[in-house]
């Protein structure tokens, strides 16, 4: 494809970023859901802690992400067993996969894409959600600021918003597409 949309989350957005900074004239338009440009100290000590975390006790880590990664509505709404059984099913995930998720960790600590921000031409739409604690909402309120035509929505919901309320996150998604004319037809859209 010469050409395409592109939608990200997390560091998945990051690199979304980091393409439409690196080669605008491909990049039809753009969603960035919990991006940030460069890390903070409390985002570094927290990764640093996951990286620590894992390679001691994947349970905890799992735990840990549980009550980290969701908003403050879906926490409210989940009893004792879902906490358990999800915790259970992470840690179960991490099994043969440590050195990927120590490797993703890193590069998150790594990030400083703010230079590529300012080059970025694709109409952009940035999702924050309000309950984001592992990549807190000023980081999006940041992204919107350095980007040229980017908009930014904030949505009810934690870093795991395209868990928590899939419905909301893909509308929210293919509204900003039809704003911008993209059609159903064109197929070019890449999460």
Do not use: C, Y
Not at 47 to 57: E, H, K, N, S, T
């Amino acid at each position: 494809m010469e050409r395409f949309h592109l939608v990200g989350h997390s560091l998945g957005a990051v690199v979304a970023l980091a393409a439409a900074g690196t080669r605008p004239e491909r990049v039809l338009s753009l969603v960035a859901h919990a991006g940030w440009a460069r890390t903070d100290p409390w985002m570094a000590f927290q990764m640093d802690l996951w990286i620590r975390l894992v390679r001691v006790d994947r349970e905890l880590l799992a735990r840990l992400l549980q009550v980290t990664a969701m908003g403050d509505d879906t926490l409210r709404a989940r009893d004792l067993a879902d906490f358990e059984q999800a915790a259970a099913g992470f840690a179960a995930l991490m099994d043969g996969a440590e050195a990927g998720f120590v490797r993703q960790a890193r590069a998150d600590i790594d990030i400083d894409i703010t230079a590529l921000l300012p080059k970025i031409t694709a109409p952009t739409l940035i999702i924050s959600s309000a309950h984001d604690r592992i990549v807190p909402p000023h980081h999006q309120r940041e992204l919107a600021a350095s980007i040229p035509r980017a908009d930014l929505v904030s949505l009810p919901g934690g870093h795991g918003l395209p868990f928590e309320n899939p419905d909301l996150f893909v509308s929210t998604i293919v509204d900003h597409l039809v704003a911008d004319g993209v059609t159903a037809s064109a197929g070019h859209v890449s999460a």
